[in-house]
Nanobody
Framework: QVQLVESGGGLVQAGGSLRLSCSCS????????MSWWRQAPGKQLELVAF???????YYEEVVKGRFMISRDNGKDTVHLQMNSLKPEDTGVYYC???????????WGQGTQVTVSS
């Protein structure tokens, strides 16, 4: 059973930085696409960034140049470095793992990020 545990959320002032981490147990992440999603209050869940098992990266337009996703396959961990944070980045951030060949489709419990103006 795959389990994802996020950490690193918190309260930060606008312009500040946070680094989110997602630790995976139960399966190796090297064959999976790992992504970060967020849900702002009253809004739908949206994809922020992903890193695929074959090296592709994706960023939501509004975070390009500010956020960076990275993966450490040896530690089965994915990070999201968030810089120049804005109040509109506030929300619950979720880690997701998807394995095309393994059938893995797992979510973490989420970590709250609050950016004050």
């Amino acid at each position: 059973q795959v389990q994802l545990v996020e950490s690193g959320g918190g309260l930060v002032q606008a312009g500040g930085s946070l680094r989110l981490s997602c630790s995976c147990s139960g399966s190796a992440i090297r064959d999976m696409t790992m992504s970060w999603w967020r849900q702002a209050p009253g809004k739908q869940l949206e994809l922020v960034a992903f890193t695929s098992n074959d090296g592709r990266l994706y960023y939501e337009e509004v975070v390009k140049g500010r956020f960076m996703i990275s993966r450490d396959n040896g530690k089965d961990t994915v990070h999201l470095q968030m810089n120049s944070l804005k109040p509109e980045d506030t929300g619950v951030y979720y880690c997701h793992a998807e394995g095309m060949f393994t059938g893995v489709d797992s979510w973490g419990q989420g970590t709250q990020v609050t950016v004050s103006s």
